[in-house]
Each structure stands twice: as structure tokens, then as C-alpha cells.
């Protein structure tokens, strides 16, 4: 099966730009997806398809896949920012979804 | 603007049967994916499977035994069972919807709901 993974943190300063990889197989043939799960709260989308940026999502996140990585960048860090984030494919071999384990986003 | 409700016990015992239903508002169940995820304490999210609409499902290898989704398109719902639970078993679990290929992630999610899995 298809495997992701994520950096367990990153920290950033407010104001700085953060930027967070998810690793895997060809990731750059696949269509990536980035989740946003704060405190006690559901995930919620933040880049589709590598790029994209769903309705209400401001401009400060953006989102690239080559080769072998995807990142989400996020810039001009706020300490709202301050997550948990999680990359997602969808695995052709199978038809499944796929979820890395997340990286901690510490805003200091 | 659609929405997901996950309702069902929040405790089971261990070796029965959890089973969660998903209600959806504001927006017909057609045309979707509608998957089922979950989260134990501390940890990361799980995909545990999906079903379309029209009743085809798929589910994770690593579930795939012990796991059952069903629609209800007449009342707007679909299920989750997952039998002979145990402790590992204890999560949020979430549901959500996407596309075929899951195009376009993930774009609408439930709250989410507890289950602890304790005697």
C-alpha cells in the first residue's frame, strides 16, 4: 500500500513562512490534498490537487508536488495558523485513501 | 451548504459491534464518495473506507475484516459497523465526503464523535 510521510513538527515564528513536506512514492503524479485539524476540532481543507485552495482559504497557503515531495507552504505565519496539518492521496493501486501521519505546526 | 452529523454510542464493549450512523443535511447524498475516518487519542487520521452512493464500497486492508458501510438514500444516511472491537478500536471517528479518485480531497466533514471502547 501507499505510504506517506510527514515531519512529526516544524516551528516558525509569526510572520515567518513555514513549510511542511509529505514524502512519497511518485508524489508528483498523484493529486495531493492538505488538512488543517486544530485542537478538538474536524479537519478541514486547505489545498486540493496540489495547488488548489478551496473558498475561504486565505492566499497565505499554497501547495507544490514534484517528484518524490508535496509541501504546503504557509506564509506570513499566524498564531492562529498554529496546527496540526495532513497530507492525503488517493491510492490508484487499491482505491483508497491514503493519510500521512501529520506534522505539528508550532508557531512560537 | 451540506452537512455531516455522526451520531451512535459513545460506549461499546470490547468484542461487539460499533456501529455509527451519518446523517446528511443541506444537499443529497448522489454523486458522492462518503467516507468513514477515525482518529484514537493522540494519533493521526485512519481511513477506514468509503461507499458511493449507488452501494459500492472500499475498504482499508487493515480493517477490512471486521468493517461494514451501508447507504440509505432514502433517509439521506449512511453507516458504519465495525465488529469484535477492542481497546485500539477507541477513536473519534469522522465522516466526510469527496469524489471519484478522491479529486478535490475532501472538502466536507462532520464533527465527529467519540467511541471508547471499555467493559
Known amino acids: 500500500s501507499y505510504v506517506l510521510t510527514q515531519p512529526p513538527s516544524v516551528s516558525v515564528a509569526p510572520g515567518q513562512t513555514a513549510r511542511m513536506t509529505c514524502g512519497g512514492n511518485?508524489?508528483?503524479?498523484?493529486?495531493v490534498h492538505w488538512y488543517q485539524q486544530k485542537a478538538g476540532r474536524a479537519p478541514v481543507l486547505v489545498v486540493y490537487?496540489?495547488?488548489v485552495r478551496p473558498s475561504g482559504i486565505p492566499e497565505r497557503f499554497s501547495g507544490s508536488a514534484s517528484g518524490n515531495t508535496a509541501t504546503l507552504t504557509i506564509s506570513r505565519v499566524e498564531a492562529g495558523d498554529e496546527a496540526d496539518y495532513y497530507c492525503?492521496?488517493?491510492?490508484?493501486?487499491?482505491?483508497?485513501?491514503?493519510f500521512g501521519g501529520g506534522t505539528k505546526l508550532t508557531v512560537l | 451548504q451540506v452537512q455531516l452529523q455522526e451520531s451512535g454510542p459513545g460506549l461499546v464493549k470490547p468484542s461487539e459491534t460499533l456501529s455509527l450512523t451519518c446523517t446528511v443535511s443541506?444537499?443529497?447524498?448522489?454523486?458522492?464518495?462518503w467516507n468513514w475516518i477515525r482518529q484514537p487519542p493522540g494519533k493521526g487520521l485512519e481511513w477506514i473506507g468509503y461507499?458511493?452512493?449507488?452501494?459500492?464500497?472500499n475498504y482499508n486492508p487493515s480493517l477490512k475484516s471486521r468493517v461494514n458501510i451501508s447507504v440509505d438514500t432514502s433517509k439521506n444516511q449512511f453507516s458504519l459497523k465495525l465488529s469484535s472491537v477492542t481497546a485500539a478500536d477507541t477513536a473519534v471517528y469522522y465522516c466526510?465526503?469527496?469524489?471519484?479518485?478522491?479529486?478535490?480531497?475532501?472538502?466536507?466533514w462532520g464533527q465527529g464523535t467519540t467511541v471508547t471502547v471499555s467493559s
Open positions: 466526510a465526503r469527496d469524489l471519484r479518485y478522491s479529486s478535490r480531497g475532501m472538502d466536507v
Open positions: 443541506g444537499g443529497s447524498i448522489s454523486s458522492y464518495y
Open positions: 461507499i458511493y452512493y449507488s452501494g459500492s464500497t
Open positions: 511518485n508524489i508528483g503524479r498523484k493529486s
Open positions: 490537487d496540489d495547488s
Open positions: 492525503q492521496v488517493w491510492d490508484d493501486g487499491g482505491d483508497h485513501r491514503v
